[in-house]
């Protein structure tokens, strides 16, 4: 399963993390799960991103591959 970090200005100032992992692929995009670590608990929640959303995060920065 691939992983990617979410940049996030607010995650950032309160030292907390965000992940986004591809837990699936159509020919239209993916579907994924969106974990937000927080001190005491996690915000998990799965959802469908289109390729063209997903190829934007990319390229503008906003979500980076994590090395496996």
Do not use: N, P
Not at 59 to 64: E, S
């Amino acid at each position: 399963m691939k992983q990617f970090a979410i940049k996030s200005e607010a995650a950032a100032l309160s030292g907390d993390s965000s992940v986004l992992e591809l837990i699936g692929e159509t020919e239209g995009g993916f579907y994924v799960r969106i974990v937000h670590r927080h001190e005491d608990w996690d915000d998990v929640r799965e959802d469908f991103m289109s390729q063209e959303l997903f190829d934007t995060c990319l390229r503008t920065g906003y979500i980076a591959a994590l090395s496996a």
